[in-house]
């Protein structure tokens, strides 16, 4: 199996910061895209930022210049950089990451359990 486990959520005035990590574990030969994405309250989830294997990078245009997303290939692990939060930034904070567990397999999708991101005015 594959497990995603998030970290670095917390609760920060506006202006702060804060950077999340989610790190993959399991059976894992190669990892693809890797995201974050957020679910405020009353909303659907939305993607915040990408990444693929060779680092280029989306985001959405909200975040932009504000977060920056990156990921250490050796550690299966991406990163999430929050500066200049605002209180709409408040939201649940999942990882997603696109993981094929053999040479033979194609890729799957799987999913953190998500870190509360909550900031005040």
């Known amino acids: 199996q594959v497990q995603l486990v998030e970290s670095g959520g917390g609760l920060v005035q506006a202006g702060g910061s804060l950077r999340l990590s989610c790190a993959a574990s399991g059976t894992i030969f190669r990892v693809d895209n890797m995201a974050w994405f957020r679910r405020a309250p009353g909303k659907q989830r939305e993607l915040v930022a990408q990444?693929?294997?060779?680092?280029?990078?989306v985001y959405k245009e909200s975040v932009k210049g504000r977060f920056t997303i990156s990921r250490d290939n050796a550690k299966n692990t991406v990163y999430l950089q929050m500066n200049s939060l605002k209180p709409e930034d408040t939201a649940v904070y999942y990882c997603?990451?696109?993981?094929?567990?053999?040479?033979?397999?194609?890729?799957?999708?799987?999913w953190g359990q998500g870190t509360q991101v909550t900031v005040s005015s």
């Open positions: 997603n990451a696109d993981v094929a567990r053999t040479k033979y397999s194609w890729t799957e999708g799987y």
């Open positions: 990444i693929t294997s060779d680092a280029g990078t």
